[in-house]
């Protein structure tokens, strides 16, 4: 049994991977200012609920893009499981190169996104991520992350608009029918929504113009299924997408290990 953890800036992910399939993904709030006994209660009540057990986990494997919880997560997974996790980097995974000015910068769930998209499809590859940001993370067939594109994610832009105007609501993520708003929610869904279906459309257009044309695309992230009128670009929509990239890159390590 392989844990996955992939700690954003919103929520944490714990996914369990056995009999080659991810038998149980649960989530808890990101909370830096909490200790790591805090969660390894949330992590042990999840096991107790869903009837598994400790001790069969073999492998954990920890992806964070918060500095502040990283060690927390880390220490919390040292004790509970005996050995510290695979912590993913920039250089975690010598199968694929990055290719940016300052690779520390990446963040880890893209590494693992990156990952995931170059081993299942071995070709110049898009990930867009609709999560806490909106990423485009670009890999190419021959081992390589190319860069990243990051725009603010769709609940952010909603949260944004609904904290900085005195009049504007928040509003549900639901896809309206007309780019034409006819009352107040109505315009905010336009606006951000279909505003991210050409946003999605133009950077997955101008990153596969820059290859040249060769160029699939997958989506992942939460929010991967909100605007579902995008899903014709993508060859794959897998809101579990990170999650393989951190199974693969943590039983790539643990095999040079043994």
Known sequence: MLLAVDAGNTDTVFGIWQNEEW???FRTRSL???SPNYFESKLRLHFLEADL????V???VLSSVVPPLTPTLRTMLSNLFGEPPVVVGPDIYPDLKVEIDHPHEIGSDLVANAVAAFTKYNRNAVVVDFGTALTFTTVSGDGRILGVAIAPGLKTAVKALFSNTAQLPE???KLPESAIGK???HAIQAGILLGYESLVRGMVTRIRRELDGDCIALAT???SSIIDTLHGEFVEVNRSLTLDGLRIIGEKVKQKSV
């Not at 057990?53 to 069969?56: R, T």
């Open 183 to 185: 009352n107040t929610s």
């Open 23 to 25: 038998t149980h993904i």
């Open 171 to 173: 509003v549900p993520l």
């Open 58 to 60: 073999s492998i954990t």
């Open 32 to 34: 830096p200012e909490e």
């Open 221 to 223: 992230g939460g929010l």
């Open 53 to 56: 057990a400790l001790e069969n």
